[in-house]
T-cell receptor, first 117, second 112 residues
């Protein structure tokens, strides 16, 4: 049973560049969500996708965008990188996205650690 | 007021001790509650869901108080391997979906 996989695991970019992060959910999971975690803080919600549609968006600027593909994998794109975008980007999958506790349990990937210089 | 608040700690306890963490949330419409554990430079992993009637899993007990809008985690007989950051997660309605909000985490250090 493969878990949630993310790539790349580490990357270094310079200010103004663009980055694409990738996520493959657990087989059978239809919901993927993205989080940004800076040191000393909890993960901050960025996006949620379910059945290829955006179902939720956190308080992040338009430089952040995402999409979900027919196979339920997902990409997170960040344009015009700023130093403050340096963080661990986590992807999580879940069976669904409703209120039911069982459908809500998030399983995280190991994350993509982005450093912006 | 932050949506989900936790005391960042650290809580420094000896092996065998009992330790309790609280987490308060501001959205009274919140529906789902969880505790996650995060080891240093690793991803969060589900410790336990929190149910209205309270629930126990081995040495871990979680409680939910909807009236006061807080959840708690009790760890009995602490082990060295319990050292980690414990994240409180609350899922509530937002724009037709259910969005998770994480606390900043409570750091636990268990020493010999």
């Amino acid at each position: 049973d493969t878990g949630v996989t993310q790539s790349p695991t580490h990357l270094i970019k310079t200010r103004g560049q663009q980055v694409t992060l990738r996520c493959s959910p657990i087989s059978g999971h239809k919901s993927v969500s993205w989080y940004q975690q800076v040191l000393g803080q909890g993960p901050q919600f960025i996006f949620q996708y379910y059945e290829k549609e955006e179902r939720g968006r956190g308080n992040f600027p338009d430089r952040f965008s995402a999409r979900q593909f027919p196979n339920y994998s997902s990409e997170l794109n960040v344009n015009a990188l700023l130093l403050g975008d340096s963080a661990l980007y986590l992807c999580a999958s879940s069976p669904g996205q409703g209120a039911n506790s069982g459908a809500n349990v998030l399983t995280f990937g190991a994350g993509s650690r982005l450093t912006v210089l | 007021r932050k949506e989900v608040e936790q005391d960042p700690g650290p809580f420094n306890v000896p092996e065998g001790a009992t330790v309790a963490f609280n987490c308060t949330y501001s959205n009274s419409a919140s529906q789902s509650f969880f505790w996650y554990r995060q080891d240093c430079r690793k991803e969060p992993k589900l410790l336990m869901s929190v149910y209205s009637s309270g629930n126990e899993d081995g040495r871990f007990t979680a409680q939910l108080n909807r009236a006061s809008q807080y959840i708690s985690l009790l760890i009995r007989d602490s082990k060295l391997s319990d050292s980690a950051t414990y994240l409180c997660v609350v899922k509530g309605p937002s724009g037709g979906s259910y969005i998770p909000t994480f606390g900043r985490g409570t750091s636990l250090i268990v020493h010999p």
